[in-house]
């Protein structure tokens, strides 16, 4: 999957504070996001979060070609 820094994804089950959407500020081998109800960060493997992910909210507008 494509993923690129500001983008903001849809995970299928919410966070503990209620928040579905997450905006991610790190990708490599290991994806960092940022809950947008809580402001919670988290790193997690690329793998795992890949597949949590319901669908891509919002494609970042800083896209490098």
């Known amino acids: 999957?494509?993923?690129?820094?500001?983008?903001?994804?849809?995970l299928r089950k919410?966070?503990?504070c209620g928040g579905r959407h997450w905006?991610?500020?790190r990708v490599g081998a290991d994806i960092g996001a940022?809950?947008?109800?809580?402001?919670?960060?988290?790193l997690v493997?690329?793998?795992?979060?890949e597949s949590r992910i319901k669908r891509l909210q919002e494609r970042s507008k800083d896209t490098i070609l």
């Open 1 to 10: 999957m494509d993923l690129q820094v500001g983008d903001i994804v849809e």
């Open 34 to 42: 940022e809950c947008l109800t809580c402001q919670r960060y988290i």
């Open 45 to 49: 493997s690329r793998s795992r979060f």
């Open 23 to 25: 905006r991610i500020l």
């Open 14 to 16: 919410p966070h503990p």
